[in-house]
């Protein structure tokens, strides 16, 4: 196990974090990963946002698979996720949707797809992060009665080839 290093957890605030804690998720990432910034955390945080964190990397990648980036993220290391839990490719496949879109004036643009994201997920990845930024900007834990919201709009695309290839993707993945 390893050794308290006499910090407190950036997330949580118990004292004794063990480990450090990469403050944005290193799976947004593709290798070669710059430095990421990180934060005492304690084992018990870390594991119990991994799921979280990584359901955000998928969310958050869903709107580039036109990008070759976002290309090969979705045909790397989410295809091999979605093989050891396909659960979670039917849940993400029966979350995208697509919605019309028009003009201020009631004018049809087309039609937008998009994922709708599971927002307490997504909110506690995104709470981490403004805590461990808070964390490295202050050197002190954020209050734990902070308050805070967000607003969860899934990645869209006007691409309709894109969109499709994603829903393909993550229906034909096994």
């Excluded at 290391?77 to 490719?89: C, E, L, Q, T, V």
């Excluded at 607003?151 to 993707?169: M, Y």
Aim: aromatic residues 6%; proline residues 9%.
């Amino acid at each position: 196990m390893p050794r308290a290093t006499g910090e407190s957890c950036y997330i949580c605030g118990r004292p004794d974090a063990r480990t450090r804690d990469h403050i944005f998720p290193e799976q947004l990432f593709e290798p070669p990963r710059p430095q990421l910034l990180t934060a005492p955390a304690c084992e018990s945080c870390q594991r119990q946002l991994q799921p979280d964190e990584d359901y955000f990397r998928i969310f958050v990648a869903s709107g580039a698979y036109g990008d070759p980036v976002g290309q090969r993220m979705w045909d790397g290391p989410i295809a091999r996720s979605f093989d050891r839990r396909p659960a979670i490719r039917a849940r993400l496949a029966s979350a995208i949707t697509s919605q019309e879109l028009h003009s201020p004036g009631g004018v049809y643009l087309g039609e937008l797809t998009g994922l709708l994201g599971e927002r307490d997920r997504i909110a506690s990845v995104l709470r981490k992060m403004v805590r461990g930024l808070y964390r490295l900007e202050t050197g002190t834990n954020m209050p734990p009665d902070t308050r805070s919201s967000s607003t969860t709009t899934g990645p869209v695309t006007q691409s309709n080839r894109a969109s499709s290839t994603l829903l393909d993707r993550c229906q034909s993945m096994s």
